[in-house]
T-cell receptor
């Protein structure tokens, strides 16, 4: 299973871009990178996923390096409601397609 | 319903008792997952259903834990002889399929406290 490494915590000022890094140096060719977040006392929420191309949706952008060994989740204009734990996950195809959460990055958006 | 529904939202039980936790997935979703989340940790995979069958139960910690999904929709997680270490938030998720290119939608979880 490909592992991911994320910083434990990060701060971001409200209105600024939040850039959350993730290393996944052992990722294999058919594994996707997923990002979920979990706001306090709620279930995890899907944000975005990608294979090798950069992706953008209404919530965020995902930038994956050409060698696929790392990626960055970008929240372009962070708000206080974006304060949450962000999980970078490599989708594990040989484990029933389950999500292998780690400890994630705790993002604090400050006024 | 509009999302994944889990009942009860909170459950307090005495050590040694049996509990059942229920999950109603999003209508039409064939894949269903159970996860467990302890305080300060990320969710931990327990079991995955594709339709009625458990396609992967490798995350169940021991034989006190069992889950069913008899009609391919609602699922029940059953815990026998509960222990204090079973206290956690139990999360259910569903997705349209079990392939790599699908997103999972999570419920709000059931907080289980074993006293």
């Amino acid at each position: 299973d490909a592992k991911t490494t994320q910083p434990t915590s990060m701060d971001c000022a409200e209105g600024r871009a939040a850039n959350l890094p993730c290393n996944h140096s052992t990722i294999s060719g058919n594994e996707y990178v997923y990002w979920y977040r979990q706001i306090h006392s709620q279930g995890p929420q899907y944000i975005i996923h990608g294979l090798k191309n950069n992706e953008t949706n209404e919530m965020a952008s995902l930038i994956i390096t050409e060698d696929r060994k790392s990626s960055t989740l970008i929240l372009p204009h962070a708000t206080l409601r974006d304060t949450a734990v962000y999980y970078c996950i490599v989708r594990v195809g040989n484990s029933g397609y389950a999500l292998n959460f780690g400890k994630g990055t705790s993002l604090l958006v400050t006024p | 319903g509009a999302g994944v529904s889990q009942t009860p939202s909170n459950k307090v039980t005495e050590k040694g008792k049996y509990v059942e936790l229920r999950c109603d997935p999003i209508s039409g979703h064939t894949a269903l997952y159970w996860y467990r989340q302890s305080l300060g940790q990320g969710p931990e995979f327990l079991i995955y259903f594709q339709g009625t069958g458990a396609a992967d139960d490798s995350g169940l910690p021991n034989d006190r834990f069992f889950a069913v999904r008899p009609e391919g929709s609602v699922s029940t997680l059953k815990i026998q002889r509960t222990e204090r270490g079973d206290s956690a938030v139990y999360l259910c998720a569903s997705s349209l399929g079990g392939t790599l290119n699908t997103e999972a939608f999570f419920g709000q979880g059931t907080r289980l406290t074993v006293v």
